[in-house]
C-alpha cells in the first residue's frame, strides 16, 4: 500500500525557512517522479515541485527562487526547502506521487 506521510510545517515569521519532509513507503521511491502540491485556504491545489527519479527538478513561479526540492533515496524520502517564505505560501502542503497524495502538513506565515 502506498504511504506518504508529510511533516516539517509549522508557523514562521515572513523571511523565514522551514524545510518539509515525506515520508514515503509501499512502492519503489526511487524509480518514481515525486511532486509537492499545496492548498491555501478557500483555494484549489496549486502544484509547486516536482523531482524526477534522477533528481531533476522543476518550480512552479510562485517559488523558483525560494524553494529547492530534493531526495533521499537511500531513505526514502522527499524534501521541500523554503526560504524566504511569504504570507501567500500559507496553505497545507502535500507530497504526491500521481493521483496519491499524503494527509498533509500546514504550514503558516504571518507576522
Known amino acids: 500500500e502506498v504511504q506518504l506521510v508529510e511533516s516539517g510545517g509549522g508557523s514562521v515569521q515572513p523571511g523565514g525557512s522551514l524545510r518539509l519532509s515525506c515520508a514515503a513507503s509501499?512502492?519503489?521511491?526511487?524509480?518514481?517522479?515525486m511532486t509537492w502540491v499545496r492548498q491555501a485556504p478557500g483555494k484549489g491545489l496549486e502544484w509547486v515541485s516536482s523531482?524526477?527519479?534522477?533528481?531533476?527538478?522543476t518550480y512552479a513561479d510562485s517559488v523558483k527562487g525560494r524553494f529547492t526540492s530534493s531526495r533521499d533515496n537511500a531513505k526514502n524520502t522527499l524534501y521541500l526547502q523554503m526560504n524566504s517564505l511569504k504570507p501567500e505560501d500559507t496553505a497545507v502542503y502535500y507530497c504526491?506521487?500521481?493521483?496519491?497524495r499524503g494527509q498533509g502538513t500546514q504550514v503558516t506565515v504571518s507576522s
Open positions: 523531482i524526477s527519479s534522477g533528481g531533476s527538478t
Open positions: 504526491s506521487r500521481g493521483a496519491r
Open positions: 509501499g512502492f519503489t521511491f526511487s524509480s518514481a517522479t
